[in-house]
């Protein structure tokens, strides 16, 4: 058995990362549909209300990265692979980083922004968890 087989059957499932993972898939799924289904309050919901009903395509485009997103973290958790869910949430931190700022930089209130910041400091926890599993699991 390959050395990349022996890795995806330690039971990944056993470790905090992996179920922190979980809910940040269901997330951005959720997130999806509610883009979907109500575009323009789903943009006021991250700090940065249409300014035209127009501008609602933009969002939708978001709705698409978004879903892609929950798609490949799905994947990554059925796979079971800690080591690229790791990179993938060390790497998606720019989100909600950014969403942050975009909404602070939109006038949003305070309590939106802290709430993008709470998502960026959940995401860390995940990233510290996952790194600290796959460490483990490779000794």
Do not use: C
């Not at 919901?45 to 978004?66: E, F, H, K, N, Q």
């Not at 892609?68 to 909600?96: G, H």
């Not at 209130?109 to 790194?131: K, Q």
Request: net charge positive; hydrophobic share 60%; aromatic share 10%.
């Amino acid at each position: 058995m390959a050395q990349a087989d022996t890795y995806l059957l330690k039971a990944p499932t056993q470790t905090v990362g992996f179920w922190m993972a979980v809910p940040m898939a269901a997330l951005q799924a959720f997130n999806v549909v509610r883009v979907v289904l109500d575009t323009e309050g789903f943009a006021a919901y991250m700090g940065a209300p249409l300014a035209a009903a127009s501008d609602a395509s933009w969002v939708l485009i978001y709705g698409l990265r978004t879903a892609f997103i929950a798609l490949l973290v799905t994947v990554l958790l059925v796979r079971r692979d800690l080591n690229a869910l790791k990179w993938t949430a060390f790497a998606a931190l720019v989100m909600p980083l950014g969403d942050a700022w975009v909404a602070h930089q939109a006038g949003a209130e305070t309590t939106t922004v802290a709430r993008h910041v709470g998502i960026a400091a959940y995401l860390l926890l995940t990233t510290i968890a996952l790194f600290a599993a796959s460490r483990a699991r490779a000794k």
